[in-house]
């Protein structure tokens, strides 16, 4: 396996890097005390019980084993003698059928057993409701003697299982609480973040978790307060500049009216100038409003294709090709600006040709606006993007403020779409917009 591999099965977010060490320290822990509770207590405790045991069979041989005429074997001579005290004795064959070989055998208690009885011993512990301890004695290794501990069973062990189970339990999800409470910041961190990027600015983040990240907390509160601040000031100039500069405008365009008929191809360029700039503001002005983070509600694409299109019908025949999509949560009015602004650069580069198509897609829905003028170098495409950018092909031939794109741009983010720019195989350019159909809330969990 790679390094790449490995690391890629490596937790990488701190809560699941903090979860796993505890989890994993708390594993070590239930281990080692798992190991010390069967060295220092199950284990003496066996111990213990071997060593009664084996008195118990001494104590069985210790005076002889009287064969006669009650007792003709030496099983029923030794079952004699422990009939008041639970032990049973059994030939081999007997010991089978009683089921000594379902018993497991422990080389540990077969060697305390055979140096407390001064020979060869084999000690097995059958458990069922109760145990059964199954002893081959070196006096008579043709035997099984088998001793119930009717007050020792496995269900007696059942809390200490039941202990380590609970704790362990109990430690993990502590672990998985600490983990995330300490992860909980950091997650409001990230929302925050992509908030801020999105052009939305949340209120003051609380200051909670460890004293670093509430350093961190307490230091993006400051950086967004000032985003903001510096958001609405751009905004204010940007207003207060393009009013001001529409008032001088609309007295341009009164005087022009006033010229005499001889002069009016200077009127028509002086109307045509006042025209661009007048759309140039209104671009200025889309760039920075900040409506568009109200409430979205579920529309259907195509109607809003098919209006753009309507619109501009007058001016050029636009191909539809539309397919069956589902209803998508928008702010209606700036999608349609977005199509609006697509159509009209396919209009404005094209050769008289456009064409609009929507399709489905399983987690969202895609709508295209197609052209067939001259297209853009690839490596310019990147950066048309960008505020105040346009290509090579535009700047020569048209006037603008370069914000068109910069608005799609900006319109499709704040939806948590994405918009992609290509040039077609047959020459022309290719917009492609896609948006999700369910829109992701950043809220804390």
Sequence with gaps: MSSANKRRWLPRSAFSQIFVLIAFLLLINQVVSYITVAVYFIKPSYQQINQLIARQVQMLFADGVDIGRENLTLVAALNAKVKDNGMQVYNHKDAILAGVDNATSYQLLSSQMSEYLGGKAEVRVAQGRAFQIWIKPPQAPSIWIKVPLSDFNELELSPLLLYLIVIGGLSVFGGWWFARQQNRPLRRLQKA????????????????????????????????????????????????????????????????????????????????????????????????????????????????????????????????????????????????????????????????????????????????????GAGI????????????????????????????????????????????????PQGGLQASIHLPLVQAQYQDD
Aim: overall charge negative; charged content about 25%; aromatic content about 4%.
């Design 193 to 372: 973040a992509i908030s801020v990027s999105k052009g939305r600015f949340p209120d003051t983040l609380p200051l909670s978790g460890s004293t670093e990240i509430i350093e961190v907390t307490n230091a993006f509160n400051h950086m967004a307060q000032s985003m903001k601040q510096l958001e609405q000031d751009r905004a204010l100039l940007m207003a207060g500049i393009s009013h001001d500069l529409r008032t001088p405008l609309t007295r341009i365009r009164l005087a022009s009216e006033m010229m005499v008929e001889e002069d009016q191809y200077l009127k028509d360029g002086i109307v045509n100038d006042i025209e661009d700039m007048d759309a140039i503001i209104d671009q200025f002005i889309s760039y920075v409003r900040q409506d568009l983070a109200v409430k979205r509600e579920a529309h259907a694409i195509n109607r809003l294709l098919e209006d753009v299109a309507a619109a501009e019908s007058s001016r050029i025949d636009i191909e539809l090709a539309l397919s069956p999509c589902d209803m998508v949560p928008m702010n209606d009015i700036a999608i349609k600006r977005v199509i609006a602004n697509l159509v009209e650069n396919a209009i404005k580069y094209g050769n008289g040709w456009v064409r609009i198509s929507s399709r489905q897609h399983p987690d969202a829905i895609e709508f295209t606006v197609e052209d067939n």
């Design 377 to 424: 170098p690839s490596t310019d495409i990147p950066k048309l993007f960008e505020p105040f950018t346009r290509g090579d092909s535009a700047r020569s031939n048209t006037t603008g403020s370069g914000l068109g794109l910069a608005i799609i741009k900006r319109i499709i983010d704040i939806h948590n779409g994405r918009v992609q720019l290509s040039n077609r």
